[in-house]
């Protein structure tokens, strides 16, 4: 953000000193207000905040769950990861906790790393005010900390969009923003076989990969790409958090 402060500062001053046409300054105005909308947009460009958006190591691959925990589904794929020893990150929507705290109990003691993904997921959730977002964070802590009897210490933006409003949340919160390399776009009408032939020609060592455990096929789709991720990138019982923290 302070980068882009500058570049505008500098921009402002060259039209003035240089007497360029005032058309210049608006064009520039222009490029320079579809930076910052991409940037809300793109999480991994970092324009506001920093996020984690690979693992430290280009040996493997680790694979990320947002919008749970979901009663059924979610069950589900935590046996499909179990069968290949797979730990995961679980990107916790805090309401849904409050739901069923015998599942994030379960999430966590088969190993998996949770994290915040904000209380309500509201659409408006980017549009709050810092102590709103805040009040997030600790109804979310109030929920999952006593269960597993651990801080949370990264949060996940809603919808992957950041602005400098949750730039400051995270300083407050001491929270690290954990977002990805690699969209499945599991959410979207892609069918199962594309997303796996995706995946196989695209992924990389290295990769955080993106999914959603609040989906029927979700286990059904892991199920499918784990042999051949594990083969490829030895996934056998990391915990994320050492592929994503040095601890
Ligand atoms: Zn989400």
Same mark, same amino acid.
């Given at each position: 953000?302070?980068?882009?402060?500058?570049?505008?500062?500098?921009?402002?001053?060259?039209?003035?000193?240089?007497?360029?046409?005032?058309?210049?300054?608006?064009?520039?105005?222009?490029?320079?207000?579809?930076?910052?909308?991409?940037?809300?947009? =793109?999480?991994?460009?970092? $324009?506001?905040?920093?996020?984690? /958006?690979?693992?430290?190591?280009?040996?493997?691959?680790?694979?990320?769950?947002? *919008?749970?925990?979901?009663?059924?589904?979610?069950?589900?794929?935590? *046996?499909?990861?179990? @069968?290949?020893? $797979?730990?995961?990150?679980?990107?916790?929507?805090? %309401?849904?906790?409050?739901?069923?705290?015998?599942?994030?109990?379960?999430?966590?003691? @088969?190993?998996?790393?949770?994290?915040?993904?904000?209380?309500?997921?509201?659409?408006?959730?980017?549009?709050?005010?810092?102590?709103?977002?805040?009040?997030?964070?600790?109804?979310?802590?109030?929920?999952?900390?006593?269960? &597993?009897?651990?801080?949370?210490?990264?949060? @996940?933006?809603?919808?992957?969009?950041?602005?400098?409003? &949750?730039?400051?949340?995270?300083?407050?919160?001491?929270? &690290?923003?954990?977002?990805?390399?690699?969209?499945?776009?599991?959410? /979207?009408?892609?069918?199962?076989? =594309?997303?796996?032939?995706?995946? %196989?020609?695209?992924?990389?060592?290295?990769? &955080?990969?993106?999914?959603?455990?609040?989906?029927?096929? /979700?286990?059904?789709?892991?199920?499918?790409?784990?042999?051949?991720? *594990?083969?490829?990138?030895?996934?056998?019982?990391?915990?994320?958090?050492?592929?994503?923290?040095?601890?």
């Amino acid at each position: 953000m302070i980068c882009c402060t500058a570049v505008f500062l500098l921009s402002l001053a060259v039209v003035f000193f240089f007497a360029f046409s005032s058309a210049y300054f608006f064009i520039f105005l222009l490029i320079f207000a579809v930076f910052l909308m991409v940037g809300a947009i =793109q999480i991994r460009l970092n $324009v506001y905040l920093h996020s984690i /958006t690979h693992c430290n190591t280009r040996d493997t691959v680790l694979l990320s769950f947002d *919008d749970g925990p979901h009663p059924i589904y979610t069950p589900l794929l935590l *046996d499909v990861l179990d @069968r290949y020893k $797979v730990k995961a990150v679980f990107c916790i929507i805090g %309401k849904n906790a409050k739901k069923h705290p015998e599942l994030i109990k379960d999430i966590h003691n @088969r190993g998996h790393l949770l994290i915040h993904h904000s209380y309500s997921h509201s659409w408006f959730f980017p549009l709050l005010s810092v102590k709103k977002m805040l009040k997030e964070i600790q109804y979310t802590n109030e929920v999952i900390e006593p269960l &597993i009897k651990e801080k949370l210490l990264f949060f @996940r933006p809603p919808f992957g969009v950041t602005n400098p409003r &949750i730039s400051k949340m995270l300083k407050k919160s001491a929270l &690290i923003s954990l977002a990805w390399s690699y969209r499945s776009f599991d959410t /979207t009408s892609k069918s199962s076989e =594309q997303i796996i032939n995706e995946i %196989k020609k695209r992924i990389k060592g290295g990769d &955080i990969l993106l999914f959603h455990d609040n989906l029927p096929n /979700t286990h059904l789709l892991i199920q499918e790409i784990l042999p051949y991720l *594990d083969q490829e990138f030895k996934m056998n019982s990391i915990p994320p958090k050492s592929l994503i923290y040095d601890i």
